[in-house]
């Protein structure tokens, strides 16, 4: 799937593809899956090193999204 089809799906739905499959986790969730893949006890209470982790991700998965989100539009605009 190229980036201009993945741009059209929602966020949700980018971060799936991302992580390579679904579970029922809202987006937080889902960055806390691509994060921590060995999973975590509880999510209230995550490990400072668990949850800066975490936090570091989120913001690289924000600028993929946004990278995609470009790319997707240059590809409009030059079709």
């Known amino acids: 799937m190229n980036a ?3 741009f059209q799906r ?3 739905e980018w971060l799936v ?3 390579g499959r679904d579970c029922n986790h ?3 969730g889902q960055v806390l899956h691509i994060a ?3 999973g975590w006890e509880n999510v209230w209470n995550l490990p400072s090193e668990d949850e800066q982790h975490a936090i570091e991700v989120l913001f690289k998965l924000l ?3 946004i ?3 470009e ?3 240059g590809a409009r605009v030059s079709d």
């Open 4 to 6: 201009g089809e993945e």
């Open 10 to 12: 929602a966020p949700t």
């Open 17 to 19: 593809a991302r992580r």
């Open 26 to 28: 809202a987006r937080p």
């Open 36 to 38: 921590l893949p060995d």
């Open 63 to 65: 600028d993929g999204f």
């Open 67 to 69: 990278a995609d989100r």
């Open 71 to 73: 790319a997707a539009q």
